[in-house]
């Protein structure tokens, strides 16, 4: 040992444990009984579609959770992803509307459309929905305990749309736990 510390994961730990003891012993076998714990994990995949009517926020909340009950996964993470360039998602407050509308007018002022943009090939709102996305995120991680996402009392997940256009969204949902 050489005095440092290693930050190790709890699964990472268990199979060395149980390597290095394979390796003590000489045996062609190996005790997987405490490796049981990962037998439990699962990762499940899901997907749903977001119709929107154009720029503004929409609130999924209700339908990643309903992708955690569809899976029985009750400890463990959710990471919703978003597959486009010209909307996002975010958590944010969910119980007044005027909040989303106050973050929504400041994208509008901080990202004009009428401003001088080189790319512009799908009309004057192309290049300020790529810019509004690089500045939020096309992912948000929740940890669930209980079968539920612990969010906050306020806090919802919503899909950003920065384009006028009405749009079909795709949501990939990855469940990971036990």
Not at 84 to 96: G, K, R, V
Not at 104 to 122: G, I, T
């Amino acid at each position: 040992m050489n005095g440092r510390l290693i930050k190790q994961h709890a699964l990472e730990v268990l199979l060395h444990q149980s390597l290095l003891g394979h390796r003590r012993a000489q045996r062609s076998t190996c005790d997987y009984s405490k490796l049981n714990v990962i037998s439990a994990m699962r990762v499940q995949h899901e997907k749903f579609e977001v119709r929107t009517n154009g720029k503004g926020t929409y609130e999924i909340t209700d339908e990643v959770q309903a992708k955690i009950d569809k899976s029985g996964v009750r400890n463990g993470v959710v990471t919703i992803f978003v597959q486009h360039t010209s909307c996002s998602l975010t958590m944010m407050e969910n119980a007044a509307p005027a909040a989303r509308r106050d973050v929504e007018r400041f994208f509008e002022q901080l990202v004009p459309e009428d401003a001088d943009y080189e790319h512009d090939d799908e009309g004057p709102d192309d290049m300020p929905s790529h810019i509004r996305m690089v500045l939020t995120r096309t992912s948000e991680s929740v940890p669930i305990v209980d079968g539920k996402m612990q969010l906050g009392t306020w806090q919802g997940i919503f899909l950003f749309e920065h384009r006028r256009e009405p749009h079909r969204r795709k949501v990939l949902v990855t469940i990971i736990g036990e």
